[in-house]
T-cell receptor
């Protein structure tokens, strides 16, 4: 069964350092999402891509976070510099299509990257 | 998107039906009810969704009240593997924005 791949699974870094997370969605999925999940809370959307274009980054702290999906396939989320409050699980999800004329498609989530900032 | 209210935690005996409630009193006519669950250290997993009719699939059943202000997710024969956090999400499936807005969910513990 196809799955969303994420790496690394765990990352420990010191504050002010740069970190990057990678996501490979299910093949053929045009829509890719990055969520952040703080311990004890539900996931919160950071950024959503349709192919290589950003369609929603309203909750992305743009002063330190960046995300790209250059070829419309895999994606990288970067934090620079990391802060203590960035400690969380970073989840990537993908769905087949998002756009007018398509039925709702299930979002498939990867296992996440757990970030600890010291 | 309408807000939802779920109990923070529930227990259920293994083999019994687990009934997870969700209140969504401000739901609009075009909003759907979705259920996802998250097993420890994994990403969320889709379970089921519906608009106004009751729905059933291989994982669960979704019962939506006639006024649509509340719903219940039913796991008919709970197993230990069903221990997870269950999220009830209400949103418009408007095709142009598939964002999921999660609350804090219900932590379901299946007891042997």
């Amino acid at each position: 069964e196809a799955e969303v791949a994420q790496s690394p699974r765990y990352k420990i870094t010191e504050k002010s350092q740069a970190v990057a997370f990678w996501c490979d969605p299910i093949s053929g999925h045009a829509t890719l999402y990055w969520y952040r999940q703080i311990l004890g809370q539900g996931p919160e959307l950071l950024v959503q891509f349709q192919d290589e274009s950003v369609v929603d980054d309203s909750q992305l702290p743009k002063d330190r976070f960046s995300a790209e999906r250059l070829k419309g396939v895999d994606s990288t989320l970067k934090i620079q510099p990391a802060e203590l409050g960035d400690s969380a699980m970073y989840l990537c999800a993908s769905s087949l299509q998002s756009g007018a004329g398509w039925a709702w498609n299930e979002q498939f989530f990867g296992p996440g990257t757990r970030l600890t900032v010291l | 998107d309408a807000k939802t209210t779920q109990p923070p935690s529930m227990d259920c005996a293994e083999g019994r039906a687990a009934n997870l409630p969700c209140n969504h009193s401000t739901i609009s006519g075009n909003e759907y009810v979705y259920w996802y669950r998250q097993i420890h250290s994994q990403g969320p997993q889709y379970i089921i969704h519906g608009l106004k009719n009751n729905e059933t699939n291989e994982m669960a059943s979704l019962i939506i009240t006639e006024d649509r202000k509340s719903s219940t997710l039913i796991l008919p024969h709970a197993t230990l593997r069903d221990t997870a956090v269950y999220y009830c999400i209400v949103r418009v499936s408007n095709f142009g924005n598939e964002k999921l807005t999660f609350g804090t969910g219900t932590r379901l513990t299946i007891i042997p």
